[in-house]
């Protein structure tokens, strides 16, 4: 019998005790790791799942936040936070760790899809042999109350795949992936976890950003910001473009082991992220089938969820796909706050990552998964023939994941298109903040005059007044409000579909600033009230969170938009 005893994990050396590398151990490290010394120069990397690499302490951490509600579920006493060796650890001071069980850190290859087309121009070689994690090294796998967890620095420090890059992440981004990470968690979708936030001042990288107050789309110039390492954990960090990559190399033949390689890693991510749903004695045509179903499964449900809080992932290539099916790679991502179907809060992503596009840019992914997934079927024609059939369902599934959701949305008990299309439009031609709308509409008013709170504008115009009476008239025939007992129960039931707090970019901005001034209280503020992000607080949170977009707001770069600099 399962012991599902919790433990705590009071030390340090607790916590290693748990370590168990399962990625380093079951698979191929680079042959020619050890001839490059310690691999923190850009190179081609030709084989291998990983290349062993140290990371590069920052100078003189100082901490900033950590995940109370992860801590907690980890079991980590919040004694750990202080102790010395587990701020090294999580600072990138690997080498001053004498009780680590094995002093391994790692980087992982990948390849590269944008929107399905397979690109080699950002690897430096040209080859695809060089491009990966860049600044995100793994330090630590661990299994941790039955359950395996893997610990990765972001801003760790340069490795093979750095392309010329200082391999550090800035304290802006740190702050924002940090806070958007356990927001996300709290708002019931999978997704990455954050563990802990250190920066340096005594360390400073230059990025390119923009002037104060600009509405430029690109930046304008070169600042210097402080060093910082975020240290995020997951089931595991393997992605589609990972997958990919050694399905390339299988397609081309490009070394011996190739087809080996890429079986090994298919069959190691099933271990790890699909262990329960995939029987291991199955045959590996069997897995990979499988495989597929419920990757297609996660990945739909994951872009639903998305939609449904107004997450826009603005650059979701194959490379920040998780082929877990969870939100992972917090860069150009941004909350949509007045409603436009096509926001896309980063100046590099383009329509076909906007908002509503993100349904279309999941096929893709998809889409190149199961070719990665080809090259081990080429011989079982029934096999590949089910997997196209797989693949080609993927936007009837993606359809039906989004009509219930928009129907939970609306308290809906089935999807109604008139409905729903009428709302888009009315959103639109009104101007509504997304989150606002939803959340007062959760409260079932009697007219439009509370919605009013989530327009951005005044509703002169008597004809969209019209058009939101009417739209009220038919939603309420639409559901079931026999009582104010049954209104109450379905008020409480949307509330929990429709968040009232949202972590809006004037929110980060004004968290990060703080920070890069020593300040870190706004962490620690916005960390205590995003992860609660459905529930009703105090008045004070209310009238300073729960608002809209302030009008001076509006166009001005790195609130409005953002470049990927990070």
């Not at 168990?20 to 190179?43: H, M, Q, V, W």
């Not at 702050?175 to 936030?197: C, D, K, N, Y």
């Not at 076909?352 to 190149?368: E, I, M, T, Y």
Request: aromatic share 12%; proline share 3%; charged share 25%.
């Amino acid at each position: 019998m399962k012991n599902n005893i919790k433990k705590n994990i009071e030390t340090f050396n607790e916590l290693i005790n748990l370590s168990d590398y399962s990625f380093i151990e079951n698979l191929n490290s680079d042959p020619d790791a050890r001839k490059n010394g310690d691999n923190k120069f850009s190179r081609e990397v030709f084989c291998g799942h990983y290349v062993e690499v140290e990371p590069t302490a920052i100078k003189e951490p100082n901490y900033v936040a950590h995940s109370k509600n992860f801590f907690e579920e980890l079991g980590f006493s919040e004694e750990l936070i202080n102790e010395d060796e587990f701020i090294k650890l999580f600072s990138g001071d690997m080498s001053r760790i004498d009780n680590l069980k094995q002093n391994k850190s790692w980087a992982t290859g990948y390849a590269l899809s944008i929107y399905g087309r397979e690109y080699y121009a950002q690897c430096p070689f040209q080859t695809g042999n060089g491009y990966g994690d860049g600044r995100a090294i793994s330090v630590l796998e661990a299994l941790i109350n039955s359950k395996r967890w893997e610990f990765q620095l972001k801003g760790g420090g340069t490795t093979p795949y750095c392309r010329g890059a200082d391999g550090r992440a800035v304290l802006r981004s740190s702050v924002r992936e940090f806070l958007a990470q356990e927001h996300m968690h709290s708002l019931g979708i999978p997704t990455s976890r954050s563990l802990t936030l250190f920066t340096s001042k005594k360390e400073q990288v230059t990025r390119p950003w923009f002037k104060e107050k600009s509405s430029s789309y690109e930046p304008e110039v070169m600042i210097k910001e402080d060093v910082a390492i975020t240290t995020r954990v997951a089931s595991s960090f393997l992605r589609v473009g990972q997958i990919e990559l050694f399905a390339r190399r299988a397609r081309k033949n490009e070394h011996k082991d190739a087809l080996k390689e890429l079986e090994m890693i298919v069959l190691h991510l099933i271990d790890r992220e699909y262990s329960e749903e995939i029987n291991q004695d199955l045959s590996l045509e069997e897995k990979i089938i499988l495989l597929a179903i419920e990757f297609q499964n996660r990945l739909t449900s994951m872009v639903a969820n998305w939609i449904k809080v107004g997450y826009c992932q603005g650059n979701f290539n194959s490379d920040n796909c998780a082929a877990g099916g969870f939100t992972l790679d917090y860069g150009p991502f941004g909350f949509i706050e007045m409603f436009e179907p096509k926001y896309q809060s980063w100046t590099g992503g383009g329509m076909h990552f906007s908002f509503f596009n993100q349904p279309v840019a999941a096929f893709k992914n998809f889409k190149s998964f199961c070719s990665a997934l080809k090259p081990l079927l080429i011989s079982n024609k029934e096999a590949l023939e089910e997997l196209e059939k797989i693949e080609n369902n993927f936007n009837k599934v993606m359809e039906e994941k989004m009509q219930n959701m928009w129907a939970s949305k609306l308290g809906l008990e089935k999807f109604d298109h008139e409905l729903f299309d009428e709302l888009i439009n009315l959103m639109i031609d009104t101007k509504v903040d997304y989150t606002i709308f939803f959340r007062e509409l959760s409260n079932i008013p009697d007219g439009i005059s509370s919605l009013e709170k989530s327009f951005y504008g005044s509703l002169k115009d008597e004809n969209i007044k019209l058009r939101w009476n009417s739209w009220l008239e038919s939603w309420k025939s639409k559901i079931n409000l026999n009582s104010e007992e049954i209104k109450q129960k379905l008020s409480n039931q949307m509330k929990l579909t429709n968040p009232k707090y949202i972590l809006r970019e004037w929110h980060l901005v004004w968290a990060y600033q703080e920070a890069q001034n020593g300040n870190y209280e706004p962490v620690n503020e916005l960390q205590e009230i995003m992860t609660n992000p459905y529930i009703e607080q105090t008045k004070e949170i209310e009238e300073k969170y729960y608002i809209k977009k302030p009008s001076d707001f509006f166009g001005i770069a790195g609130i409005s938009h953002v470049s990927c600099s990070s």
